[in-house]
């Protein structure tokens, strides 16, 4: 069985950092385009950060480049998510996403399509 597995989220105030994790089983993520969405309260939900399977392309959202990394431990099946300099905006449930046949990492973000594969996320809260 396919599954993700996020966690690390929290509450930290804003200029702090978190980092979430996303453990797969039951598949290899090497040979997988990797996403970070999240959703805040009313709001759509949204690529953050997306990775190609062999890490030669990202894309970022405007609003967290320069803050959020991305990076694969593959002995671990596992990719990380580094938040720093966190805002309030920056709140919401986050969501990592795997697919193996994305076009390009600007798709799989924009979710044209929706990727195939999805944990069920973790909440980061950053207070105003």
């Known amino acids: 069985q396919l599954q993700l597995v996020e966690s690390g989220g929290g509450l930290v105030q804003p200029g702090g950092s978190l980092r979430l994790s996303c453990a797969a089983s039951?598949?290899?993520?090497?040979?997988?385009?990797i996403g970070w969405f999240r959703q805040a309260p009313g709001k759509e939900r949204e690529g953050v950060l997306c990775?190609?399977?062999?890490?030669?392309?990202?894309h970022y959202a405007d609003s967290v480049k320069g803050r959020f990394t991305i990076s694969r431990d593959n002995a671990k099946n596992t990719v990380y998510l580094q938040m720093n300099s966190l805002k309030p905006e920056d709140t919401g449930i986050y969501y990592c996403?795997?697919?193996?046949?994305?076009?390009?990492?600007?798709?799989?973000?924009?979710?044209?399509?929706?990727?195939?594969?999805w944990g069920q996320g973790t909440q980061v809260t950053v207070p105003s």
């Open positions: 996403a795997a697919d193996h046949y994305m076009t390009t990492v600007q798709a799989m973000c924009g979710m044209r399509p929706k990727p195939s594969y």
């Open positions: 039951g598949f290899t993520l090497d040979y997988y385009a």
């Open positions: 990775i190609s399977a062999t890490g030669g392309s990202t």
